[in-house]
Structure formats: C-alpha cells, structure tokens
Nanobody, 119 residues
C-alpha cells in the first residue's frame, strides 16, 4: 500500500499565502502523477493542480497564476504553493497519487488538510 501524509493547511487572510506538502510512503515502485484536489462545503471534490512524473503540470482555471505545484521524485513528495488566496479557495485539500506499488497500480488519497481563507 501507499500512504500519503499532508501538512501545511491553516487559516490565512485573503491575499495571503500557504504551502501544502504531501509525502508518500509504503511499498512504492513508481509514483506516476501526484496532485492536489479540494472540496468545499456542499460541493464536489475538484482538481486544483496535478503534476506528472516528468514535471508536466495542469491547473484548474480558478487557480492558474496563483498556485504552483512541484514535486521531488527522489523523496516522493509534492508541494502546492498557494499565493493571493481568496475566500473561495476555502476547502479541504487532498493529496492524490497515482502509484504503482507491489500490489499493482492504484489511486491513493491523503486524509485531507483544511485551508480557510478569511475575507
């Protein structure tokens, strides 16, 4: 199995910044893509940003120009730098990994970290 542990959430004022980090561990053979999803109260979980093993990134239109995703393949970590935060960015942020492990290829999720942006 693969475990994902997130850190870095919290409360910040609008216009501020936060950095989320996620570390993967377990019987990992290869981590393909890693990403961050978010779920606001009463809404469906949505993609915020994703990065491939080769470093190709994709962002939701709502975060382009404000969020930056990066990863360290050697450490199996992924970070999300969030700048110019808005109240509408308030959500639980989940780390995701598409990983090949000893049991095959599967999708894994972290436990989520709360990000709250006050106006």
């Amino acid at each position: 199995q693969v475990q994902l542990v997130e850190s870095g959430g919290g409360l910040v004022q609008a216009g501020g910044s936060l950095r989320l980090s996620c570390a993967a561990s377990g019987t990992i053979v290869r981590i393909n893509s890693m990403g961050w999803y978010r779920q606001a109260p009463g809404k469906q979980r949505e993609l915020a940003a994703v990065i491939s093993s080769g470093g190709i990134t994709n962002y939701a239109d709502s975060v382009k120009g404000r969020f930056t995703i990066s990863r360290d393949n050697a450490k199996n970590t992924v970070d999300l730098q969030m700048n110019s935060l808005k109240p509408e960015d308030t959500a639980v942020y989940y780390c995701h990994a598409d990983a090949t492990w000893y049991g095959g290829r599967s999708s894994f999720w972290g436990q989520g970290t709360q990000v709250t942006v006050s106006s």
